[in-house]
């Protein structure tokens, strides 16, 4: 195996434990892992675009974590934030749906990373109902959702698992991170009422996994 396959396989590992150990009811540890990788993206000597670039490649910022990070903390402009969130937003896209295959193959060999990606499939596969039932157009809306449990990265895993198309999921999962920015990008100049937009819009989601949880164990 050569090594530039061995640090693609590092590299997609260590997002996806990233993503899984984020996905998590508990928010103040959903919130400490975002606040440390934003500490440790914010210590790096590099050009502010290109931190709004690395920040939209994080699993658990993606471009809803790097538009308002970058349009208020570094003082960007919209026309600089967007295409760069984008572009960082799907290039790790690109790179799961292509290559995740073989890295399944070659971790389904060692138990310990065989545990791990069934977990996150499990978890992927209880988010991702509408994709299951409306494909590639379920696929879109769900990734233009610019929430948490929502995004590119989910959206690519459900993908994968789903067996869809690749050039379809790719231009789908796009019209997707194309929407979400916008959303984000408008709630963004929105400042205070904007954040409280989305507050009350996660607030929601989190009351409604909440009553659906109690009312499947009631059941």
């Avoid at 934003?38 to 000597?45: A, F, G, N, Q």
């Avoid at 295409?83 to 070659?106: C, E, H, W, Y």
């Avoid at 379809?168 to 991170?177: H, P, T």
Wanted: aromatic residues 14%.
């Amino acid at each position: 195996m050569g090594k530039m396959k061995i640090i693609f396989i590092i590299i997609i590992l260590l997002s996806l434990s990233i993503y899984l150990i984020a996905d998590t009811d508990s928010l103040s540890v959903h919130s400490g892992i975002k606040a440390k990788l934003k500490s440790i993206v914010d210590k790096l000597e590099a050009p502010v675009e290109f931190k709004v670039f690395l920040i939209s490649m994080i699993p658990i910022f993606e471009l809803r974590g790097s538009i308002p990070i970058g349009i208020h903390k570094y003082q960007l402009p919209y026309w600089k934030v967007i295409p760069i969130s984008i572009a960082g937003n799907m290039i790790p896209i690109f790179f799961i749906l292509l290559f995740f295959d073989f890295v399944v193959k070659i971790c389904f060999k060692i138990p310990f990373l065989k545990k791990i990606l069934e977990a996150l499939f499990a978890r992927t596969r209880k988010k991702t109902e509408v994709i299951e039932k409306y494909e590639e157009i379920g696929l879109m809306f769900f990734v233009a959702i610019p929430l948490p449990i929502t995004g590119a990265w989910t959206g690519s895993l459900a993908a994968y698992l789903l067996g869809l198309n690749f050039w379809k999921s790719i231009l789908f999962i796009f019209l997707g991170v194309l929407i979400a920015g916008v959303v984000v990008s408008f709630l963004t100049s929105l400042k205070w009422l904007g954040a409280l937009i989305a507050a009350v819009a996660l607030l929601y989601v989190i009351v409604s996994n909440y009553v659906r949880k109690k009312r499947k164990n009631i059941a």
